[in-house]
Structures are given as C-alpha cells and as structure tokens.
C-alpha cells in the first residue's frame, strides 16, 4: 500500500504565479482532507471532503485558492496567485469515514514563494 | 472555538528518563483528544487516541476534563522516541466543526 501520494514534493515560484498540487487518496477512502503547516506551527485544515462534496472550506482562502475533487478519488488544491505568505507545507490526509478520527496523511508538498 | 495548547516547543531528556508533553485544550463540548507523531523523514502518523485508553509504544496518555489536559507520557523514553508530537482535538459530536485541530507541536529529544 503506497499510501497517500502528493506532488510535486517540493516548488518554488515567485509571488503571482499559479501553482497547484495533487493528492491520491488510499484507495477506498472517502474522505479527504487538504492541510496547511505553516513553519513552527501545527496543521491547519482547509478543506475537507466527503467522496465529491466539500463538506468544510471554511478555512479555504477562497479570492485566490480552490480545490477539486472530480469523481471523489484524487484532488487538486490551486492557489492562483500565490502569495508571499503562501510559502507551507500542503499535507494531504484521507481517512475510511470520520468515526476513528484517524487521518492518513501524505508526505506534504513544500511550497516556497519568492 | 477550539484550541489546542502545547506549551513547550522543544523537550530533551536523556534515555531512560520519563518524559510528559504536555497537552491543553480549550472546547466548550466534548472532546476527543488524539497524538500524532512525525519521526525524521516519514509523514504524519496516529500515536494514539484517549477513547481508546491504549498504550502505544510505552506511551500513554489520559484525559482529564476537570483541568482540560490530555498529556502525553512514558516512564523510561527511548531515543526512537526523538519526534515531533502534534496534540489534536475534534469535536465528539460531528456536524460541520467536526474537523481535527492542532496543536503547534513538541518536538522531543531523547539524548543517550
């Protein structure tokens, strides 16, 4: 089992351009979640899913970041543009439902604005 | 609102000594308290979760409601214990709060 998988890894932009990450669930998890750790800090969610349906993006900066989840497998988290304050780590985390309240996550995708 | 407080960014102990990270919470609600756990070079992963009143890897962790803390401890720490150690809290009752918050993480030294 591969776990969740993210890309790209790593990416460095300058402030204005668009960027955007993917995420692979484990398979047969419905819920999927996109997290935000800023440097020193712990995660923070912003936005959270149900198969398609977002069921949480009230954390979601929507002027400039949007997600989607087509079918209710993979997903992709855009920021456009991106910020100077942008510069985090975006985790990925899927889970089989909420009742464990275990969250699988994945490697996270650094992201660096200059 | 909730909010989860760990107040001690770095701890170092040496091997064999007991070691408690410290967690509190703020929640008006009933709270289920979870730690992760992130070794060097792997990702975020479950440690344990109060409801299921287990130890995991000689850690043990036990809610207390009347001083809202949910500390993290083990009597004789390892160096495989060296980690960062996030404290997390969702609501027990779901409906759209029903999402995991944390905290802003210990990270933990075991010295030989």
């Known amino acids: 089992e591969a776990g969740v998988v993210q890309s790209p890894r790593y990416k460095i932009i300058e402030k204005k351009q668009p960027v955007a990450f993917w995420c692979n669930p484990i398979?047969?998890?419905?819920?999927l979640y996109w997290y935000r750790q800023n440097l020193g800090q712990g995660p923070e969610l912003l936005i959270r899913?149900?198969?398609?349906?977002?069921?949480?993006d009230s954390q979601l900066p929507k002027d400039r970041f949007s997600a989607e989840r087509l079918k209710g497998v993979d997903s992709t988290l855009k920021i456009q543009p991106a910020e100077l304050g942008d510069s985090a780590v975006y985790l990925c985390?899927?889970?089989?439902?909420?009742?464990?309240?275990?969250?699988?996550f994945g490697e996270g995708s650094r992201l660096t604005v200059l | 609102a909730q909010r989860v407080t760990q107040p001690e960014k770095l701890l170092s102990v040496f091997k064999g000594a007991p070691v408690e990270l410290k967690c509190n919470y703020s929640?008006?609600?009933?709270?289920?308290l979870f730690w992760y756990v992130q070794y060097s070079r792997q990702r975020l992963q479950l440690l344990l979760r109060?409801?299921s009143r287990e130890s995991i890897k000689g850690f043990t962790a036990d809610l207390n409601k009347g001083e809202t803390s949910f500390h993290l401890k083990k009597p004789f720490a390892q160096e495989e214990d060296s980690a960062m150690y996030y404290c997390?809290?969702?609501?027990?009752?779901?409906?759209?709060?029903?999402?995991?918050?944390f905290g802003k993480g210990t990270l933990l030294t075991v010295n030989p």
């Open positions: 985390a899927s889970s089989s439902g909420t009742v464990t309240g275990e969250l699988f």
């Open positions: 109060h409801i």
């Open positions: 398979s047969g998890h419905n819920t």
């Open positions: 899913y149900e198969n398609e349906e977002a069921v949480d």
């Open positions: 997390a809290l969702r609501p027990q009752s779901g409906g759209s709060n029903y999402k995991l918050t």
């Open positions: 929640y008006s609600g009933s709270p289920e």
